[in-house]
């Protein structure tokens, strides 16, 4: 999987940068520029890279899920 695929990703995921480089322990213009190309990935970091995309988009399911059984319940 290519760096533009990974922000594509990380886009249609609705991950915002910060979130992600927060789970990386990275900074925010460090996601930025590797994603432009302006910086490599860190070697050992591209695993991570996907695993925070997956475990971030899981959490944002997991909130989605959680607000429509309260709307559920409302009703």
Same mark, same amino acid.
Not at 18 to 27: F, I, P, Q, R, T
Not at 29 to 53: H, Q
């Given at each position: %999987? *290519?760096? $533009? =695929? /990974?922000?594509?990703?990380?886009i @249609?995921?609705? #991950? =915002? *940068? $910060?979130?992600?480089?927060?789970y990386? !322990? @990275?900074s925010s213009?460090? @996601? +930025?520029? @590797?994603? +432009?190309? $302006?910086? !490599? #990935?860190? $070697?050992?970091?591209? =695993?991570?890279? #996907?695993?925070?995309? %997956?475990? /971030?988009?899981?959490?944002? /399911?997991q !909130? %989605?899920?959680? +607000?429509?059984?309260? #709307? !559920? %319940?409302?009703q």
């Amino acid at each position: %999987m *290519t760096i $533009k =695929k /990974l922000r594509e990703l990380r886009i @249609v995921s609705n #991950i =915002k *940068t $910060k979130e992600l480089a927060e789970y990386l !322990d @990275v900074s925010s213009p460090f @996601v +930025s520029m @590797v994603e +432009s190309g $302006k910086r !490599d #990935i860190p $070697k050992g970091m591209y =695993k991570r890279w #996907i695993e925070g995309i %997956m475990v /971030l988009r899981s959490q944002k /399911l997991q !909130d %989605m899920r959680e +607000s429509l059984n309260e #709307i !559920d %319940m409302e009703q």
